[in-house]
């Protein structure tokens, strides 16, 4: 019997208020027999997270809090031909297990139509940024990544660092990248905090400077602030 061709890996941090929705809405692959596993990578968290993934059935692996880091021991966990990277806040629309499937035929690296739960007008130009964007081969972690093993282990995998990993695996990935008509659904929850254009900036500003060669520690001391 052929084994389902996908691995989840979702890295979480204290991500109880919002893990539940991601892995909800994975049960529809899990009934179209396309998800072989759910790996959550966590990084220390101390709320219902753990507890949570572990309700849902979802694969522990633990260690030191660092996107690249998390992401970098959940994929050498998984055991799927192909990998879909979701944050532990983001969710993809109905219906989704039937593009994913047909962009496997593919064999290219995949990335979803970025929408947010709230936020109007400045919500939809955010958005429409992010998309515009990664037709131009720079998605970040928050649209997702769908690719093969193969792949993924061919350029190297995810960069153990605090932020910005996303943009390198992006630009390692570079001609080998796909829009998949799928819609991910992120939380509006820090862009509303802190200010759509506010954190629209600054999340520019750190690009510009990580592609001009800073520190990435130093950038990621800056962006907690």
Not at 155 to 183: C, F, H, N, S, T
Request: charged share 20%; hydrophobic share 45%; proline share 4%.
């Amino acid at each position: 019997m052929m084994r389902a061709p996908i691995s989840v890996v979702i890295p979480t941090l204290n991500a109880g208020a919002s893990l539940h929705g991601s892995l909800a809405c994975l049960m529809e692959g899990v009934e179209a027999g396309v998800i072989r596993e759910v790996i959550i990578s966590d990084g220390g968290s101390t709320d219902q997270t753990i507890a949570l993934a572990k309700d849902w059935g979802a694969e522990i692996v633990s260690g030191p809090a660092s996107r690249g880091g998390q992401l970098q021991r959940g994929c050498a966990a998984a055991q799927g031909a192909w990998l879909l990277v979701l944050h532990a806040d983001t969710q993809l629309s109905p219906g989704w297990v039937g593009p994913v499937m047909r962009h496997m035929q593919g064999r290219k690296a995949g990335w979803f139509q970025l929408a947010f739960d709230k936020g109007g007008l400045p919500a939809k130009i955010v958005a429409g940024w992010a998309n515009w964007r990664s037709r131009r081969g720079l998605p970040y972690g928050d649209q997702g990544l769908f690719l093969l093993r193969d792949m993924y282990e061919v350029v190297g995998g995810y960069v153990d660092q605090p932020l910005m990993e996303d943009v390198a695996m992006a630009r390692a990935l570079k001609g080998q990248l796909a829009p998949i008509d799928v819609v991910a659904i992120t939380s509006a929850q820090k862009y509303q905090s802190q200010g759509w254009m506010r954190r629209g900036g600054r999340n520019l500003l750190v690009l510009l400077r990580y592609s001009f060669g800073a520190d990435v520690e130093t950038l990621a001391r800056s962006y907690r602030k």
